[in-house]
């Protein structure tokens, strides 16, 4: 079979994800495996794949692949969320493109074009995704606003209802004017900015005395109902049971006394708007104060304000300061930096705004999910998130869970004609609810109002691993049993509350149970300068660009190498000077990693076997080592994984093919030039191939299947994918630790070779002096191309020297030696090798290290000890022989 002279990974990676789906190796049924269960975080169905995406997705289908080689009966779910803001968003803007406004449609008229939408665009992220490899249980494919989804979402709403744990009141929420919805405290991203801060006089309600108040927001001005002062500051304690007058609106208003106001910010003073801050309205339902909401819910002020009605917040602003400068209100004005909400969703400023909406009791709820955190029953990868997540958990405030949106799960509340309401999950329940609590046996679904607001997107998304598997609905069902709860959750930190929390709230609530083992949070995608890459900075490659120039192997690779846990990926982007285009450093790496790969297979490919002729000794002993070093990588690598140091095993992996595999152990049983090679070394040097290219797999799925097919003819049906990873056997230390000085023997002849010019063709004779373990000779005569190699029992003076541990090597290079740069060597090394036992002699001085630490580690500082001084000795008489 003929191996092409590149590997090309566009005529190979649509195959094999085409083999793989039509073989239906992804997907999975409870059997008596153990199961392996990711469930996908899922992208909003208004999104295209990014940096974040492929991070994180590569990695939850590095952790599958290696799970389903393990024998695991592995099930990756994936699915979409319907995102209510973002999708409501998307659809709106349609319409308005093709003039039409929400405003005047039904809402089942919206809801028919949102759902074209959906599925006109919903799928695009998860086609995309699998370009990337991702080998995700499709047949499983989930979106929240699924009929059996969004039933579960209405089930836990009336269950907790019925718990007493949803309520319906009146609180200050954080409103989005441009979504003209609530949002949660998550949702809130503040920022600092550039303000002014205003000093406004209110005039003493029949007195010519001013008090003067410092506010950033202006325009609030016209709901404020008091203004407070400290009860114990003496600058305003002649003010207590006055009034003001409110500038503009001229309402008078109380001057109360409250410990909240800082005495030292402004001028003591500090007016009162409860409709518009939440300090505010805390003050003002502990002082028993009328709110004014003068804002409409697009953030234009309404007929309550009195002035400026119809105008947007912001134009009301400068309207409200030119007015007040010109009635004398204004004292000073000053630039003031601090911070404001803005939407998470829109970037809106957001609001702080009193509104009728529906709550979710969290202090109850959060105890479990806290405990089974804090005692690692579930895990975070890294742990150091344990505390910001207790943080939030101890100090969590109620969850306001409806949205003033219609794209979304429907608030089950219907309203009765002479007031009150009823929560239910079917209208025909809510009929029945409605006749016993009002009495009325002729109520009709007419006669009732559901409630207009749909339910948080969280709401729904805090379900997902029980709901993906009908857990709600059937609780008792086989998917559930078997695959809940799931092994591992790979997620973003900036989730950790939005979802990861509920999640865990949830599981314990519905299922008595963790809703996974593991939680590995992943870091941030930045550029070069740090920035979080973003289409908005247009500092964010395409990902399916990336794919197709390097390949998705080349890109996970890169991607992993440099993304610890937690730990943010700086994605460096470089101009190629030549034709001014974008590179991508990682992406190169990984390529060039596949590339490897492919030659070293090919080189093995290429030669011709002779199964007449003795494998030679340097082979045999070659094989030897390998075998153990690959035994002991495979340990550690495993280890790595147990660890989730994903980026880690991937290294090991790597310097395992690049270092150990393909510079050495190919060398040491490449046949000479146009000779053919003994069957035993073909057969071992596949079998390593084939073990490798499994450890690859998980990282590289593409190239190593590829591969793996081309090592031999394969049945249809036969996947690398559904091959056994390798396990680690014993394995001998002393051989490994042994080979290590062998090669400090060959490098050191080598690096003779290169400071003296000498070719690789002339053979040399090497001369030892000191404790050596003449077992691998034969492999380093083959290496370093030497005549013989002998010991002798003193020093041979004008010889080139290098030391492996305590033995001397020389190589007699007679006239060739320059004596002037060999001593100059030769102090740099005697210079280096004395730091070095500087610093080992500070650890064994140090009586807290040699008490304390174990016996075994304390003797290999002393064995340095040792080393360090023997070369020290040695050096310092090499140098001495030569001047």
Not at 340 to 357: F, H, N
Not at 788 to 813: C, H, N, P, Q, W
Not at 842 to 847: G, P, V
Request: proline share 4%; glycine share 6%; with cysteine.
């Amino acid at each position: 079979m003929e191996i092409p002279a590149k590997y090309d990974p566009s005529l190979t990676e649509d195959k094999w994800y085409k083999y793989w789906m039509d073989n239906g190796f992804f997907h999975s049924e409870p059997d008596n495996r153990e199961p392996y269960t990711i469930v996908i975080p899922p992208p909003n169905v208004t999104g295209v794949l990014h940096m974040g995406h492929m991070l994180n997705n590569t990695i939850q289908d590095v952790l599958v692949r290696r799970a389903r080689m393990q024998g695991k009966n592995a099930c990756w779910v994936p699915g979409t969320d319907h995102a209510s803001i973002a999708t409501e968003a998307k659809v709106v803007a349609k319409l308005r493109d093709e003039g039409i406004d929400k405003n005047k449609l039904a809402r089942e008229e919206f809801l028919e074009h949102a759902w074209e939408w959906k599925e006109k665009h919903g799928g695009i992220i998860l086609e995309q995704l699998k370009k990337l490899g991702a080998s995700c249980d499709w047949e499983r494919t989930k979106f929240t606003m699924d009929e059996d989804m969004s039933k579960s979402v209405i089930k836990v709403f009336v269950d907790l209802y019925k718990k007493g744990l949803i309520y319906r009141g009146v609180r200050m929420v954080n409103w989005d004017p441009q979504a003209m919805t609530a949002v949660s405290d998550e949702e809130v991203n503040y920022k600092e900015v550039q303000s002014k801060l205003y000093y406004v006089r209110y005039q003493v309600e029949g007195e010519e005395e001013y008090v003067t108040i410092a506010t950033t927001r202006p325009e609030t001005i016209l709901g404020d109902t008091a203004v407070c002062v400290h009860p114990e500051d003496e600058r305003l304690k002649h003010l207590h049971g006055k009034k003001v007058i409110v500038p503009l609106v001229k309402r008078p208003v109380s001057i109360i006394q409250d410990d909240y106001v800082d005495r030292e910010f402004g001028t003591g003073a500090l007016k009162i708007t409860p409709a518009h801050d939440i300090n505010d309205y805390e003050i003002g339902d502990k002082h028993n104060l009328e709110s004014i909401d003068i804002f409409n819910d697009d953030g234009t002020l309404n007929e309550s304000a009195q002035l400026y009605i119809g105008e947007d917040r912001f134009k009301a602003r400068k309207l409200i300061v030119k007015d007040l400068e010109g009635a004398g209100h204004i004292v000073k004005i000053e630039d003031y930096i601090n911070k404001v909400g803005y939407s998470e969703r829109t970037d809106a400023v957001i609001e702080p705004k009193l509104s009728m909406q529906w709550f979710l009791k969290m202090e109850d709820l959060t105890k479990p999910a806290l405990e089974n955190v804090m005692n690692d029953n579930v895990q975070f990868h890294p742990s150091k998130f344990k505390n910001t997540y207790k943080h939030w958990m101890e100090n969590v405030k109620d969850w306001c869970v409806s949205r003033q949106l219609w794209w979304g799960h429907r608030i089950p509340a219907y309203y009765l004609p002479e007031g009150g309401y009823v929560v239910a999950e079917t209208e025909e329940e809510a009929i029945l609810l409605a006749k016993e609590k009002s009495g009325n046996q002729n109520i009709t679904i007419a006669d009732l109002r559901q409630d207009e607001d749909v339910l948080d997107t969280w709401f729904s998304s805090w379900l997902w691993p029980i709901s993906v598997f009908d857990g709600i609905n059937n609780p008792d069902n086989k998917d559930y049993n078997y695959y809940y709860p799931t092994n591992d959750l790979v997620t973003a930190p900036e989730i950790l509350f939005f979802w990861v929390a509920r999640m865990i709230i949830a599981g314990y609530e519905y299922k008595e149970e963790k809703p996974f083992r593991n939680v590995y949070l992943t870091g941030i995608v930045r550029d070069g300068l740090g920035r979080k890459m973003s289409k908005s900075l247009g500092n964010s490659p395409d990902p399916l660009e990336l794919i197709k120039n390097y390949g998705a192997d080349g890109v996970r690779v890169g991607m992993l190498l440099c993304s610890p846990a937690g730990g943010d990926l700086l994605f460096d982007i470089k101009e190629n000077s030549k034709t001014g285009e974008n590179t991508y450093p990682l992406s190169e790496q990984g390529r060039n990693f596949g590339n490897k790969i492919w030659n070293a297979f090919r080189l093995v490919k290429s030669w011709h076997v002779d199964g007449t002729i003795e494998q030679p000794e340097s082979a045999k002993q070659a094989i030897e080592w390998f075998k153990h070093r690959l035994n002991s990588e495979i340990e550690s690598i495993n280890d790595l994984y147990e660890k989730f140091r994903l980026s880690d095993a991937l290294m090991a992996v790597y310097k395992l093919f690049w270092d150990e595999f393909s510079s050495w152990y190919l060398e040491l049983v490449k046949p000479a030039y146009q000779k053919p090679i003994d069957q035993a070394s073909y057969e071992e040097t596949l079998s390593f191939f084939d073990i490798m290219v499994k450890l690859l797999h998980p990282f590289m799925p593409f190239i190593t299947e590829e591969l793996w097919q081309l090592m031999e003819n394969r049945k249809d049906g036969e996947s690398l994918m559904i091959e056994k990873m390798p396990e680690s056997e014993p394995y001998n230390d002393e051989i490994i630790n042994a080979f290590e000085s062998v090669k400090e023997i060959i490098s050191g002849v080598r690096n003779i070779r290169n400071e003296n010019n000498i070719a690789q063709k002339e053979t040399l004779s090497l001369k030892i002096k000191g404790d050596y373990e003449r077992k691998y000779d034969s492999i380093i005569i083959k290496m370093a191309n030497l005549s013989d190699i002998r010991t002798i029992d003193t020093k041979i003076e004008g010889a080139v020297t290098f030391m492996v541990k305590s033995a001397e090597f020389y190589i007699e290079l007679g006239d060739l030696v320059d004596v002037e740069e060999e001593l100059k060597k030769l102090k740099e090394e005697l210079e280096y090798n004395r730091g070095f036992l500087n610093s080992v002699m500070k650890k064994l001085s140090n009586e807290r290290f040699v008490n304390n630490a174990p016996e075994k580690v304390v003797n290999v500082e002393k064995k340095k000890k040792e080393d360090a001084e023997a070369k020290i000795k040695v050096l310092e008489e090499r140098i001495a022989s030569l001047t």
